[in-house]
């Protein structure tokens, strides 16, 4: 019975696309340890340590304390916090728009927008590449899809024009690409969104915390705040916590209340969870010390200082990078695998991305800069990273 797993495992392996779990003992942002060895971690998506910063871990602890570990049901049956309501009206308030939902997850935001949304009789036009729980999410909805080639906004216009006897056209896209971290041109999108009368919808996965003069997202960064139709989002990368989230007018919520299967037939957010993201939201608020840490850092990262600045080089950022996703593409899975064991031998974690995460031929290590890392943490990677990948 179970003879087309075993086939099926074998060709992953020759193909140089096993994928297998490494087991940390111990963390604090920074580093990890596992089997005993201390690492630094170049490849979390903890962006500003929030989730391991004194204040959210306080707030964690104070919310099991006092609600317990568990929501014990769904929003709508007796898991309704006033913590989830406090949560979400901080969401709002930071996204600049009327109201928000959470959601366990991101991936479940996704789910539950999109396919709330949209269905047959409608489109949904996405940027080839999008976050996998996007095209899950598109796939759920039964859509109509159209993909247009990553951040091309001619295709995108030829898209919109050919599909207008589509239903609703929805047009999707992440905000900081999760594998290549280069950003949506949003100010585009908008402008033909609106000439074509389709929504936007943004996904604010590591744009939240990170992009903006206050940490804000997308639309900080280019100046049009409010302008996106709606706007979602993780608590699960920079906010350090776990859960998504959408943001946009009062009745879309209200609507998404009403409609979204992953909000109404799951357990609501743990109240530990909640807690330490609205702490965390609150701290990157009042303190921009922390963007500003990250910010450096990865400006450190592309200066002379590691000899990375102007270098044409695969995957070395350019000079006034704004994301901290850093891709540093390799090609072959096995080569890529083989740099990352070398930097692993090294005292790094630095995973290898490969398909189908990312296209055939373009397996990377996707390196991720965060505030917590120091100066020397940084130029210890950078030397490392020039004498295993020859120029
Ligand atoms: C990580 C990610 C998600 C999923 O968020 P989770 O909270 O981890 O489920 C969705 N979209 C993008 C672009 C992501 O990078």
Known sequence: MLDFIEKELSDIKDSGLYRSLKTIEKTDGRTVTIDEKLYLNFCSNNYLG?????????????????????????????????????????????????????????????????????????????????????????????????????????????????????????????????????????????????????????????????????????????????????????????????????????????????????????????????????????LIEKDLSLLEKLRKNIDYYSSPATERRGSKEPGRSAPGSLSPIIPIIIGPPEKTLEISNQLFTRGILLSAIRPPTVPPGQSRLRLTICAQHTKEDIACLASSLRELIPA
């Open 50 to 282: 929030l989730a391991n910063h004194p204040a959210v871990v306080a707030a964690a602890k104070e919310a099991v304390e006092k609600y317990g570990t568990g929501a014990g049901a769904s929003r709508l049956i007796s898991g309704n916090l006033v913590l989830h309501e406090k949560l979400e009206r901080k969401i709002a308030e930071f996204k600049k728009r009327e109201a928000a939902i959470v959601f366990p997850t991101g991936f479940m935001a996704n789910l539950g927008v999109v396919s709330a949304l949209v269905d047959e009789k409608d489109t949904v036009i996405i940027d080839r590449l999008d976050h996998a729980s996007i095209i899950d999410a598109c796939k759920l909805s039964r859509a109509k899809l159209q993909v247009f080639p990553h951040r091309d906004m001619n295709a995108l216009e030829k898209l919109l024009g050919k599909s207008q006897n589509f239903g609703k056209r929805l047009i999707v896209t992440d905000s900081v690409f999760s594998m290549d971290g280069d950003l949506a041109p949003l100010l585009d999108i908008l402008m033909l969104a609106k000439n074509h009368k389709a929504l936007v919808m943004i996904d604010e996965a590591h744009s939240t915390g990170v992009l903006g003069k206050t940490g804000r997202g997308l639309e900080e960064h280019f100046n049009c705040e409010g302008r996106t139709d709606i706007v979602m989002g993780t608590l699960s990368k920079a906010i350090g916590s776990l859960g998504g989230f959408v943001a946009g007018p009062k009745n879309l919520i209200d609507y998404l209340r009403n409609k979204s299967r992953s909000f109404i037939y799951t357990t609501a957010l743990p109240p530990a969870s909640c807690a330490a993201a609205l702490a965390a939201l609150e």
